[in-house]
């Protein structure tokens, strides 16, 4: 197995491993408790700018989520999750794969920030409330693209549902689904309930139990 990642529970490592769970590929799940950059300092001699994801594929090493998931279905090719140059859809596959990450799970970390994360006398609600109405503003241009499709592109799942999927686990943990417009609300139903999905979130949440790291999600964890 030369595969390992390493994961918070529910954070945007989630990508890489609902990916892995959709390919079926072997992989090690090295899981660490939220911030691993204050919790677990020897972290950063594995990878200094102690975030995750830390993906590793022999010498490959790669610290962004929704590039790993590029990385995995080109190197699983031919796999339905990719689509290639060839295909008519493969630039708005590109630009959902990251739309994902760049637009939707961005104001979100604010959100987390300064609604969660920061201390009590640096909370700033206006300001998580500003990048919450960012967040949705922007998966409302998604509605109805959803609505006439099961899927992103190309009439199947891919990559792509991957990495927008996050963005839409992220907003169910931190309660901004409750705004869901109905073809996304419908779309997260369809992304939730696929076998891969359930893996991944079992998988987690097996290894952390046997590493010894709290089950709590990331987002919703106590600050450090």
């Known amino acids: 197995m030369s595969i390992k990642l390493y994961h918070c529970l529910s954070a945007r490592s989630f990508r890489p491993l609902w990916m892995l769970e ?25 990878n200094p700018l102690g975030t995750i994801p830390l993906f590793e594929d022999g010498p490959v090493r790669m610290t962004e989520s929704a590039a790993i998931c590029q990385y995995l279905a080109d190197k699983a090719a031919p796999t339905p999750l990719r689509l290639g140059p060839e295909e008519a859809e493969y630039g708005a596959y590109l630009n959902f794969l990251h739309f994902g990450e760049a637009t939707l799970t961005f104001p979100q970390t604010l959100v987390l920030r300064y609604r969660r994360f920061e201390p009590d006398e640096r909370k700033l609600p206006e300001v998580a409330d500003a990048y919450a109405k960012w967040f949705l503003g922007r998966l409302r241009t998604v509605e109805p693209h959803l609505a006439a499709r099961e899927y992103l592109v190309a009439g199947r799942f891919t990559a792509a549902d991957v990495s927008v999927g996050y963005a839409l686990m992220l907003a169910e943990l931190i309660g901004l689904d409750a705004h869901f417009l109905p073809a996304v609300a419908a779309y997260w139903q369809r992304l939730k309930a696929r076998p891969a999905y359930g893996r991944a979130l079992a998988a987690q949440i097996t290894a952390a139990e046997a590493q010894g790291v709290s089950p709590v999600p990331a987002p919703q964890a106590v600050p450090a």
């Open 22 to 46: 959709e390919l079926r590929l072997a992989y090690e799940l090295i899981v660490l408790p939220f911030p691993p950059r204050a919790l677990q300092r020897s972290y950063l001699d594995v």
